[in-house]
């Protein structure tokens, strides 16, 4: 009797096991995705150990707190005395950064809601292929364009000695970061449900209304990622910047001198210092303070979404 | 991976006649990079069984590849530094071979509406290097230019890896002293000239093969009596011309066979023809 009903609660466990064992595929696909949603984690902490591996020595060693953050001359090539400082670079960064944004934003959000709100769906497609054409030209080729269009256009319109400045550099990244804001932006209102929209016509509200009253708090989360992400092109493209910001090493002090980005010295100048040097691991270290920059940024923005959404 | 589809591309469209293609690897200097390029070009025409595949990156790159052993041959518009070469001994077993393949004068250019003729050394390093004075062009031989707001002086430079740079610096500045800083360093000798061509107030300097008719290249006076010498092939041949420059190719001490005799063929009157049209002096016969 006894064993009966051990052997019976066994064979409940075994089914129950197998029951729980059984969908074999689907603990491979969960394991998978677990993977793939760890991978970016691995991978974040991967770049992190590397670009700190990279500059450790430098850190410990020829860096200067003081220098490196408040001495404007970046002079990692000199006979006399090779000095790093980064200020300049900082600020150039910055400026273009912000620059870019105040033109691309509130340019992007418009269009979206142009594509998305206002226009026809044939007008919709075309524009659609023309956003992404802008977003298909390479990096060099905004570089030539500032240096063969912009540069004179800023000298002749502005009268300065010279148009590759903070603001050409600002108007080539606010063009090359147009497409992702507008794209994202225009996801974003996609998603507001329809009957949010029926609703505010019901009510008799005009488009505009219906744009600025009702789209815009409901997908404000959405929009401000689009921008958010315009901010992470801007931070991050090398080689138009390079070009357009006339690389000059100097704070500048208008949006009309020339400046120089953090990116672009590294992308003009890892190539070739010699691998493990000292101007090698200080460019891992401007890496690392990029890193930290384009961090800070999204935690920024993850605090606002959240911020709002409470 | 470019090995591989380099290869493959010679497969697909040459080698009917079951030839195998031998790869020579060229890389450095961005000044010697079309030079490279044209007698590549050429030499397919002399030898179809050998493809030499040519980049660029900078004197110190292709340098640095050859210690590396990642190249054949490694073009640079300077000498190869002892250490390097010591490096190179150590990495590879044998001492490298150098062949000037050419000379190159630095021109210095400005754009055509500014009318100034000439200048020294001096008047250059006051412009360029750390500590000197000459911020305006009126700081300079009281030159006033037409189109340019405050006569400011817009200071084109390279990046300060380039081998064009670096023979600039030590040329006008001596190994001492360092260019100033808040100049554009730009990333290659075609975006210095298309910058200045745009830029009344500009001065850049790059290899004079780079030349065009849009910008106006100055001639350059040792001292402030001696002749001033303009930028041409045979003022860098005789080396009248202050800032005149030999161009090396390296290759391993003891190269093979088909490496040394491209080597031999830059040597040849076809070759030099391609270094004349380059805008590139031949060098003279070793």
């Known amino acids: 009797m006894e064993m009966k009903m051990i052997k019976t609660a066994q064979l409940s466990m075994d089914w129950r096991n197998k029951k729980s064992k059984k969908p074999t595929s689907e603990k491979i696909i969960e394991f998978l995705i677990k993977a793939g949603g760890l991978s970016s984690i691995i991978l974040i902490i991967a770049i992190l150990f590397f670009i700190l591996k990279e500059s450790f020595p430098f850190l410990v060693g020829a860096f200067n707190f003081k220098e490196f953050f408040f001495s404007p001359e970046w002079y990692p090539a000199s006979v006399v005395k090779v000095r790093y400082g980064i200020l300049a670079l900082l600020v150039g960064t910055v400026m273009v950064t912000v620059l870019s944004m105040l033109i691309a934003v509130p340019l992007g959000i418009a269009c979206a809601f142009y594509i998305s709100e206002f226009c026809t769906p044939k007008q919709k497609e075309l524009y659609k292929v023309l956003i992404e054409f802008l977003a298909a030209i390479p990096s060099v080729v905004w570089g030539f364009i500032a240096i063969m269009m912009i540069n004179p256009m800023i000298i002749n319109i502005f009268n300065e000695p010279i148009g590759l400045n903070i603001l050409n550099a600002s108007l080539i990244l606010a063009l090359m970061s147009l497409p992702l804001i507008i794209s994202v932006g225009e996801d974003a209102l996609r998603a507001v449900p329809e009957p949010y929209r029926e609703a505010a016509e019901a009510l008799g509200a005009t488009k505009w209304e219906i744009a600025t009253r009702v789209l815009l708090p409901a997908a404000k989360h959405g929009l401000l990622a689009a921008a958010l992400l315009g901010v992470g092109r801007a931070l991050g493209e090398t080689m138009a910047v390079l070009m357009a910001t006339g690389h000059s090493i100097q704070i500048p002090h208008s949006i009309f001198e020339p400046g120089r980005t953090l990116t672009a010295t590294i992308a003009a100048e890892l190539g070739e210092s010699p691998k493990g040097g000292e101007h090698y691991q200080a460019l891992f270290t401007i890496g690392l303070v990029l890193f930290l920059i384009s961090f800070a940024v999204n935690l920024t923005a993850d605090k606002l979404i959240r911020g709002r959404k409470q | ?286």
């Open chain 2, 1 to 286: 991976m470019a090995r591989i589809v380099i290869m493959l591309l010679f497969a697909l469209v040459g080698c009917s006649k079951d030839e195998s293609v031998l790869l020579i690897q060229n890389k450095g200097s961005d000044t010697l990079v079309n030079l490279a390029q044209a007698w590549a070009e050429k030499y397919k025409d002399v030898k179809p069984t050998v493809a030499i595949a040519v980049s660029g990156g900078g004197s110190g790159t292709g340098l640095a590849a050859l210690i590396n052993g990642t190249v054949d041959i490694a073009n640079s518009s300077r000498a190869m530094k002892p250490e390097e070469r010591d490096e190179a001994k150590k990495n590879n077993g044998s001492d490298v071979s150098e062949f000037i393949v050419g000379m190159d004068a630095l021109a210095v250019f400005i754009h055509p509406k500014n009318p100034i003729e000439g200048m020294t050394l001096e008047e250059l390093a006051c412009i360029y290097g750390e500590g000197g004075k000459c911020i305006r062009w009126s700081d300079v031989r009281g030159t006033i230019v037409p189109g340019c707001k405050d006569n400011k002086i817009i200071r084109v430079s390279r990046q300060s890896n380039s081998g064009t740079y670096q023979y600039f610096r030590e040329a006008i500045l001596g190994k001492k002293r360092d260019l100033k800083l808040g100049s554009m360093d730009l990333n290659g000798s075609r975006e210095s000239i298309d910058l200045v061509e745009k830029t009344p107030c500009a001065i850049g300097y790059s290899g004079m093969g780079y030349l065009n008719p849009n910008v106006r290249a100055i001639c350059i006076s040792k001292e402030t009596n001696a002749p001033c010498i303009k930028p041409t092939m045979a003022n860098a041949i005789d080396k009248s011309y202050p800032i005149s420059r030999e161009l090396y190719m390296y290759t391993k001490g003891s190269p093979s066979a088909e490496v040394k005799a491209y080597m031999d063929w830059t040597q040849s009157e076809e070759a030099k023809k391609i270094t004349i049209k380059a805008g590139y002096v031949p060098a003279p016969k070793r």
